[in-house]
């Protein structure tokens, strides 16, 4: 027998362990085992072998995936809320922005009435009305600062 003939059967033996080989393959290696002692120690070796591997697991510490899922389930809780609580301030900024523009005349007659009626510069009450227009945006700008302050230091973590 030449070489080529055990390199074929060294590379089907290896071969039928990680892809599986066709009928034909898997027959004419069957018909040189039984002839070539060499080729068919190597086939029994890599079979142990791979049986000795499969017999050995890892451990793994069932903590360990409970963990794991913990974090998981956590985290989409925070993503979660975290969504929920943008979407709750969008909505308030939108009402208590068209309720701002709804009462602005009527806000503006009032800061007017009590400018006049203080007697304060006009200056003055216009600045009141302003701060009063631009208390909610700094608001809100606030909260979300705090909230990016906030996500900032936990994934640090
Ligand atoms: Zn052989």
């Known amino acids: ?10 590379h089907l033996i290896l071969a039928d362990h990680v892809e599986h080989i066709a009928q034909h393959e898997r027959e ?16 029994d070796a890599t079979q142990k072998a791979l049986r000795s591997l499969r017999a050995v697991s890892v451990p793994l510490p069932p903590s360990l995936a409970s963990r794991a899922q913990l974090r998981v389930y956590l985290r989409i809780e925070e993503l ?32 007017q009435w009590a400018g006049q009626y203080i007697g304060v510069p006009n200056v003055v ?8 227009w631009a208390l ?12 990016k302050l ?7 973590q």
Request: charged share 20%; proline share 2%; hydrophobic share 40%.
């Open 125 to 132: 009450w216009q600045m009141g009305f302003g701060l009063w």
């Open 28 to 43: 004419w290696l069957d018909q040189h085992l039984e002839t070539c002692t060499d080729c068919d120690r190597l086939a």
């Open 136 to 147: 909610p945006a700094l608001v809100a700008a606030g909260i979300l600062l705090v909230e």
């Open 80 to 111: 979660r809320t975290h969504r929920r609580g943008s979407w709750a301030l969008w909505i308030s900024c939108g009402l208590s922005w068209g309720f701002g523009a709804a009462s602005t005349p009527y806000v503006w007659r009032g800061f």
């Open 150 to 156: 906030g996500e900032g230091s936990s994934e640090t």
């Open 1 to 10: 027998m030449n070489e080529d003939v055990h390199a074929r059967a060294k």
